[in-house]
Nanobody
Framework: QVQLVESGGGLVQAGGSLRLSCAAS????????MSWYRQAPGKQRDLVAA???????NYADSVKGRFTISRDNAKNTVYLQMNSLKPEDTAVYYC??????????????WGQGTQVTVSS
């Protein structure tokens, strides 16, 4: 079984920065894509940023130029550096990882979510 544990959320003023972390643990053989999603109350869950196992990245237009996704494969961890935060960035942020387990199965796993609140 695999767990994703997120950290780094909190309250920040508009224009500030936060760094989210998501560490995967368990019966992991390798991790393919890792990504961050966010969901505000009453809204759909949207992709924010993704990074492949080879380091290729893509971003939602709304965060491009402000957020940076990265990963440390030795630690099975993905990060999201969020700069120039705006009130509309307020949401619960979820980590997602496409994982090959040691039992040779492959599936997506989700973190528990971490709240990011940006005040104006």
């Amino acid at each position: 079984q695999v767990q994703l544990v997120e950290s780094g959320g909190g309250l920040v003023q508009a224009g500030g920065s936060l760094r989210l972390s998501c560490a995967a643990s368990g019966s992991i053989f390798s991790i393919n894509d890792m990504s961050w999603y966010r969901q505000a109350p009453g809204k759909q869950r949207d992709l924010v940023a993704a990074i492949s196992g080879y380091g290729r990245t893509n971003y939602a237009d709304s965060v491009k130029g402000r957020f940076t996704i990265s990963r440390d494969n030795a630690k099975n961890t993905v990060y999201l550096q969020m700069n120039s935060l705006k009130p509309e960035d307020t949401a619960v942020y979820y980590c997602n990882a496409d994982i090959n387990t040691r039992g040779s199965t492959r599936r997506d796993y989700w973190g528990q979510g971490t709240q990011v609140t940006v005040s104006s």
